[in-house]
């Protein structure tokens, strides 16, 4: 069974830039979540889709962050513009369905804000 | 309170026994995990416990839950240099099914 594949694994750009991330996570998972993963802290959650509607995005700071999961399979994150507090790892990690007690997690990309 | 906590770091001697251990903030939570995670990786589901049992063991690792005192400890028996990495405790909090995570134990073996 294939893992979560997110990409790109790295990038680096300049505050005030945009970024987008891609996930695909496992075949058949039905819930998808996005995950900032500041260094030295533990995951915290930006948005939960339950196929291709959000559940909870009451930690995504939408005036720059925005995601979507078109067809209710891979998702998009964006950041429009960057600031250097971006800086992080976003994971992304899906489950068969929601409340399901083990999130599969990608690799995650990390971001670095100048 | 209101995060879950954990210690930042702890070192163990290869062969020896590690404790990890981590105060959560919901009595309710259904489920407590613990992950793990390697340099440069995503975190790896290493085992969970329902929040109606008080041990759990699977191969070298024991899970303790203590839930009067909200207190998880992860055992790892006979630690090898592999498992070093960062160890995320983690509770399915009740009243949102939010899953939160401690910020992290860095798991250092010495030879």
């Known amino acids: 069974e294939a893992g979560v594949a997110q990409s790109p694994r790295y990038k680096i750009i300049e505050k005030r830039q945009s970024v987008a991330f891609w996930c695909n996570p496992i075949?058949?998972?039905?819930?998808l979540y996005w995950y900032q993963q500041i260094l030295g802290q533990g995951p915290k959650l930006l948005i939960q889709?339950?196929?291709?509607?959000?559940?909870?995005d009451s930690q995504l700071p939408k005036d720059r962050f925005s995601a979507e999961r078109l067809k209710g399979v891979d998702s998009t994150l964006k950041i429009q513009p960057a600031k250097l507090e971006d800086s992080a790892v976003y994971l992304c990690?899906?489950?068969?369905?929601?409340?399901?007690?083990?999130?599969?997690f990608g690799p995650g990309t990390r971001l670095t804000v100048t | 309170g209101e995060d879950v906590e954990q210690s930042l770091f702890l070192s163990v001697r290869e062969g020896d026994s590690s404790v990890i251990n981590c105060t959560y903030t919901?009595?309710?939570?259904?489920?407590l995990y613990w992950y793990k995670q390697e340099p440069g990786a995503g975190l790896q589901l290493l085992t969970y416990i329902f929040s109606n049992m008080d041990m759990k063991q699977d191969q070298r690792l024991t899970v303790l839950l203590n839930k009067k005192d909200k207190h998880l400890s992860l055992r790892i028996a006979d630690t090898q240099t592999g498992d070093s990495a960062i160890y995320f405790c983690a509770e399915n909090r009740n009243r949102d099914d939010k899953i939160i995570f401690g910020k992290g134990t860095r798991l250092h073996i010495l030879p």
């Open positions: 919901d009595s309710s939570s259904t489920y």
């Open positions: 075949s058949g998972h039905a819930t």
């Open positions: 889709f339950q196929n291709n509607g959000v559940v909870d």
């Open positions: 990690a899906s489950t068969q369905e929601s409340g399901s007690y083990e999130q599969y």
